[in-house]
């Protein structure tokens, strides 16, 4: 397994926020954390990924425990798009996709010719090429998560990570940037974990579906079958059915 996931338990102070959560993520699969505000979606990526310490559990990602890894080292097999990232100082979108290549740099090492192609060719995946000589702190909020998208693919990483990373974004940058995540995925082993709001783009878009409520795993599969409107209906207390192959349509009564 790319990530393995055993009985982790995390609170804040008094609060319980998750309760023996065990998870196995597969190379190759998109795997898409959907659940009710405050089921711990994005507490459990953070887990994950390193940025908090679990109270009880273990996280092992390519087979060794997340805890041997050094910094530096996580940062070439992981990478992360946050919902919001706060960038102030004015980077050109040219430099802020560059530090992308920072895991594989020296101390102020400079970028080389591979590093440049590297990141042509993701911001031409990620339609951000023309904004390369502008400053982020110009961009809008949709602009700015894709020039993050487009840094975080610079790092080259075996598992991508996404916390709502594409909420800003309009319809059509969304769809675009899920479908090439799903092409990554099928073409390059790229494994993608990523919160998703919207339960529709997670049943077309992902492979497998992590269902939490209330800080416990409900229900992880495929997600063709884990998104069904029998479990929608007792997680999120809305009434769904199947339109078409995967699409979910809200039904106003329960």
């Known amino acids: 397994m790319m990530i393995k996931v055993e009985n982790i338990q995390f609170d804040y102070t008094a609060k319980q926020v998750l309760r023996d959560i065990s998870l196995n993520i597969r190379q190759g699969s998109f795997t ?23 109270a009880s559990g273990n996280i092992t990602i390519k087979g ?15 990478a992360i798009v946050p919902q919001n990232m706060d960038i102030r100082f004015p980077y050109t979108c040219l430099e802020i996709v560059g530090m992308g290549r920072t895991p594989y740099k020296a101390r102020l090492q400079g970028l080389n010719g591979e590093d440049l192609h590297i990141i042509e060719s993701v911001m031409r995946l990620t339609n951000t090429l023309d904004f390369a000589g502008r400053l982020v702190t110009e961009l809008s909020g949709g602009e700015r998560q894709r020039v993050l998208f487009a840094k975080a693919l610079a790092q080259q990483p075996e598992i991508l990570f996404l916390d709502e990373s594409f ?32 339960l529709n ?6 492979s497998e ?41 809200v039904l106003s009564d329960l």
């Not at 783009?201 to 992902?206: G, P, R």
Request: aromatic share 4%; glycine share 8%; with cysteine.
């Open 32 to 54: 898409g954390i959907v659940g009710p505000n405050g089921s711990g979606k994005t507490t459990l990526l953070n887990i994950i990924t390193g940025q908090l310490k679990a």
């Open 64 to 78: 060794r425990d997340i805890t041997s890894y050094k910094i530096e080292e996580l940062a070439r097999h992981i």
């Open 167 to 198: 909420s800003n974004m309009d319809i059509f940058y969304s769809i675009t940037c899920l479908n090439l995540l799903k092409e990554l995925c099928a073409k390059q082993g790229l494994t993608v974990v990523a919160i998703i709001h919207d």
């Open 201 to 206: 783009l997670a049943s077309v878009f992902c």
């Open 209 to 249: 579906a992590v269902v939490l409520k209330a800080g416990r795993l409900v229900e992880q599969g495929p997600a063709s079958v884990v998104l069904n409107p029998e479990l929608i209906r007792d997680v999120f207390n809305i009434k769904v059915v199947r339109a078409g192959e995967t699409g979910l349509a």
